[in-house]
């Protein structure tokens, strides 16, 4: 229906000039099915990154290679070690984090509860968590787990759920009571992109600690955890860092800490020389302490051909295509659906957005499973979001005008 | 050295023999690696299995086709309900459990961490934890986080390292303090199968809770949850299942306990109605509330290949071939190895012996890595035990001859 639509043309003749110029452009490639045309269009590479092309190979030869022809040598030669070598890419790569802070493993609900604990057992005396109403679902149930079972009281602040937290609703709430602050980098709805140099700052400021969520950031907006002087963090890598489903999470903890910090679950792989196996749990050197049990090695394969390709372009330039593809994308929102009753949720101004963009319509619950039977896959939030969530790596502009077309035409035959 | 050695010899026919007539022989031709020679002898299929050569395809085809093609769709289709549809297929083949308790997530450590915290909590005003000093290691680690931070006491069986605990050591200790007791059913280093159908009895006569440790034991020896009474269970997947390294570790909590059940890491995964992410954790229904975070698909697509072949052989199959192979070893060691003074630190009642058997010598520990170099992988237990662990699925007795001859030489070459 979209045929003799003259603006659908020139949008469309604007994304092939984009996509052109794009210095990415050879990157989609690299990923299975992006430049094949498997789908009309994929709006969800902030929730489940595409699979590396070569991730496929490589955990078929995994599989052969390593699991099958170095058996339980594997441990002893490499797979040891891989959560804190890894850790280490993504931290040079993705983090701004030197060496020896970041480690893999876990998924980020049990990362995040580990750190948690870590961080009130090093602020004795303060008895409250810093938190807001948008943050990440998962973020929120954890927390309140934690303040059911330590007594620690949780002060919410109220977010914009169409932006996200300020530093000066951050200045409100802390005090000399406040123990720890735990927010997400970009707000896993609206996208919000918070300013984290100065809440952390804020925070500091009276005595508290710092936990970032990166979920909704690393990978596709810049992170400087070192130079923020963030305390903790914790993040997926199946979004942006195309990891494959349920991938295991990364954490960071600011060196300066590692020595007195302990986290509650004392697993083996966490323990100072583990392989001994002998009695009594004594916390390993430095980062290798955030982590319990046997780390997923084949769930660490894949995200490390991302984390080397982000190393490659950059982080600037793929935060630069990201700003252009969500701008991009409010443009036709605001041409083609605002006309039909959808509102942005997300921050005009790209220095406060972060990879994805959401629009709200009553319409859009309904609409989503179709969209999704056609090929157009973008995801739903509650309570009436559709959120696009565009990979820079991945994603084509051309790519964003198929799908909102598809979105315009399915919209318009249900309000008109 | 040992081509002329009569003894060699007739354990060679003897292998011969017990291989043509072993039902389980096809098998092995369905592992990576297993029937081509592409190492001497694996004699750690209880540390690390072999991948199933179905495996291999199925990742890659997991890759390209689920991940690649079904993208975000993927988890409303199927990886949803999984840690679920596979806990169930566990329950079936390997537990003794009805459906609906078991779930597959997490590591080992973080799973038990969970399990024990949400025990205790339903034992209100006990404050002790029965273990034994030679449980698995992350066991005893993870309790003794779990104490430092309840305050409860942890009560310690002096187990025989060669041997186990047997069940009137539990009887002698537990009483109207004690909340939960959690042993390993099958010993990490001596191989003892506990009589946990006893056990378990001893424990609820005075009110406690129990829980089995089944990393040792699940795949290889017959367990019988339900019929046991036990009220909780953990695992991993990667040793007799063939996960893969780092596979995601399975949960059991007894029907009856689920209602009230509840665990300290809130994650989404757990929670009712996770996708709308709404305000406050409610946990979800049924056995879905021990789960947290996104759990990782891949890390369980390999295991399920071996439960289906369990299944179709059947655990009880397994079993006798597993106390043949055992058997078979503890015949070699007493013919070659004790006059070469080591010893066997494994029972010699095929009732009370699990699926590995673990050899003594002082030289052990340095002999190791230059077995390893020759292809022939047992693995190390400190402080000076040598662990053969013979999966039945993918180990040969000829196998078993092979490694036991350079075991010999290696061994004769430093003692004499």
Redesign the interface.
């Known amino acids: 229906m979209n045929e003799v639509d003259p603006a659908a043309g020139s949008f469309a003749v604007r994304a092939a000039e984009l996509d052109a110029g794009d210095p990415l452009r050879e990157q989609r490639g690299r ?3 992006a430049a094949d045309g ?2 009309v269009s ?1 709006l ?1 590479g902030n ?2 990154g ?2 590396p092309l070569s ?3 490589r ?2 030869q995994f ?2 290679e390593s ?3 170095r ?5 002893d030669e490499d ?1 040891f070690d891989l959560p804190l070598t890894i850790g280490d890419e993504l931290g040079g790569a993705v983090l701004g984090a030197a060496a020896g802070q970041t480690a893999v493993g ?5 990362l995040l ?1 580990k750190l948690v604990r870590g961080a009130l057992a090093l602020r004795p005396g303060r008895d409250e968590i810093v938190l807001d ?1 948008d943050n990440f ?2 973020d ?3 927390l ?2 934690v303040a059911a ?1 330590s007594g620690a009281t949780l002060r919410w602040i109220t977010s914009d759920p169409r932006a996200g937290v300020r530093a000066e609703q951050v200045a409100a709430v802390v005090g000399d009571r406040t123990a720890l602050v735990v927010l997400s980098h970009v707000a896993y709805r609206s996208g919000y992109l918070a300013d984290a140099a100065a809440i952390t700052g804020i925070a500091h400021d009276v005595g508290a600690l710092v936990l970032w969520d990166l979920c909704h950031s690393v990978g596709v907006v810049p992170v400087e955890l070192d130079s923020w002087g963030a305390d903790l963090a914790v993040g ?1 890598t ?1 979004k942006y860092l195309n990891g ?6 990364f954490g960071y903890v600011r060196a300066g800490l590692l020595e007195t910090f302990v986290q ?6 966490g ?1 100072a020389d ?8 004594q916390p390993a050197e430095g980062i290798r302490r955030i982590l ?8 660490m394969i ?1 995200l490390r051909d991302t984390v080397a390709m982000i190393d490659a372009m950059g982080i600037a330039a793929i935060r630069e295509k990201s700003v252009a593809l969500t701008g991009f994308a409010i443009e036709l929102v605001d041409d083609w659906l605002v006309p039909l009753g959808a509102t942005i949720a997300s921050p005009r101004d790209p220095q406060r957005r972060g990879g994805h963009v959401t629009v709200d319509h009553p319409m859009f619950r309904e609409m989503t499973p179709v969209l ?1 039977e056609r090929g157009v ?1 973008p ?1 739903f ?2 309570p009436e979001g559709l959120r696009l969530g565009l990979s820079p790596l991945s994603t084509s502009f051309a790519e964003v005008v198929r799908g909102l077309e598809v979105i315009r035409g399915e919209l318009a035959a249900r309000v008109r």
Chains 1, 2 share one sequence.
């Open positions: 990923f299975v099915g498997s789908v994929y969800d929730s489940l595409r699979p991730s496929a190979r955990l078929e599989v052969t699991w099958g022809g058996l339980i040598r594997g441990w797979w876990d998924s980020t609900s049990v509860y109403t679902p998962t929120r149930y954890v309140e787990g079972e997926c199946y494959g489903p349920g991938s295991p999470a509650p679950i004392w697993g083996w792989m323990r583990c392989f001994e196996m002998g009695p009594g749990y319990s049990g046997t780390p997923s090695v084949l769930g894949a999704w896959i995801d939030r509650a």
